[in-house]
């Protein structure tokens, strides 16, 4: 059974707008979490993070929100670019797994001029 | 780019042919990975190595081996492939201590099982 659930294999979006890329997650263990994004015959590369400890991380136009009690983290792109045309993974972990990652299905986004 | 390279980068294969795919590191890092990527799925880790030698399993190991005889070097072996590993194989590369954040990919093989 998945623990960590994109539950949209896509999400198209006009560029300039705002994209919102969301996760799910089951196991309580899990106190960090991180977002991947992949283009086509490239390997995933990382996004962004936020510790259980944090609701919320920026970095420039990319946000992420954590809803612990929810179990739900959600990724906010502002303003999308066609660049940003990937697919994103959300990814978790917990303090003792070492650098071992549970990977969502992924959400392939798609920005449109 | 981490200094990561996979080969081959395509292959296909028969059903019941032995495979060896190979990952290569000049970042000296010493823990090493590979995942597999399908559809729905992400991805999920196959088997993993902390150092020269020393090998683990991960969520989907059934049907692969893996060897490290270098710190360089990290390879995964389907003994008798099957067409349900038909998949993109990623490395992976992280340093104990350096964060979770460091963890570098190579850029896939794709490998289909006819």
């Known amino acids: 059974d998945q623990q960590v659930k994109q539950n949209s294999p896509s999400l198209s979006v006009q560029e300039g707008r705002i994209s919102i890329l969301n996760c799910d997650y089951t196991?309580?263990?899990?106190?960090?979490f991180l977002w991947y994004k992949k283009y086509p015959a490239e390997g995933p590369t990382f996004l962004i993070s936020?510790?259980?400890?944090?609701d919320k991380n920026e970095d420039g136009r990319f946000t992420v929100f954590l809803n612990k009690s929810a179990k739900h983290l959600s990724l906010h792109i502002v303003p999308s670019q066609p660049g940003d045309s990937a697919v994103y993974f959300c990814a978790a972990s917990w303090r003792d797994a070492g650098n071992m990652l549970t990977f969502g299905g992924g959400t392939r986004l798609m920005v449109k001029p | 780019d981490a200094g990561i390279t996979q080969s081959p980068r395509h292959k296909v294969t028969e059903t019941g042919t032995p495979v060896t795919l190979r990952c290569h590191q000049t970042?000296?890092?010493?823990?090493m990975y590979w995942y597999r990527q399908d559809p729905g799925h992400g991805l999920r880790l196959i088997h993993y190595s902390y150092g020269v030698k020393d090998t683990d399993k991960g969520e989907v190991s059934d049907g692969y081996s893996v060897s490290r005889s270098k710190t360089e070097d990290f390879l995964l072996t389907l003994e008798s492939a099957t067409s349900s590993q038909t998949s993109v194989y990623f490395c992976?590369?992280?340093?104990?201590?350096?964060?979770?954040?460091?963890?570098?990919f190579g850029s896939g093989t794709q490998l289909s099982v006819l």
């Open positions: 970042e000296n890092h010493r823990y």
């Open positions: 196991n309580s263990m899990f106190d960090y």
């Open positions: 936020i510790s259980s400890i944090k």
């Open positions: 992976a590369i992280s340093d104990p201590g350096t964060g979770i954040e460091k963890l570098f």
